[in-house]
């Protein structure tokens, strides 16, 4: 199964190692017929701490490596090892 990838803006990069990406979806209700906005909060890996608030990062599934963190940031290296 391949491994999802998602785009949003980075909130927070107090911790170490870590940012905070919101993600926005839209979609279309089903009664409504209306276009709905939702987001979501994800904690990604960020190894080098080289994202900071308001970037838009792309961020790729991983295995856990924390208690909150399955989530990677997608950078020129890692994205030519997720496609091998």
């Not at 279309?28 to 276009?35: A, F, R, T």
């Not at 080289?50 to 950078?75: M, N, Q, Y």
Request: proline share 4%; glycine share 2%.
């Amino acid at each position: 199964m391949p491994k999802r990838i998602l785009q949003g803006k980075v909130t927070s990069d107090k911790n170490e190692q870590t940012v905070t990406v919101l993600v926005e979806r839209r979609f279309k209700h089903p009664v409504l017929h209306k276009i709905v906005r939702s987001s979501k909060k994800y904690r990604a890996h960020d190894v080098n701490n080289a994202f900071k608030v308001g970037d838009s990062v792309r961020i790729i599934e991983c295995a856990p490596i924390s208690k909150t963190k399955r989530w990677t940031v997608l950078t020129d290296e890692t994205a030519l090892q997720a496609e091998a």
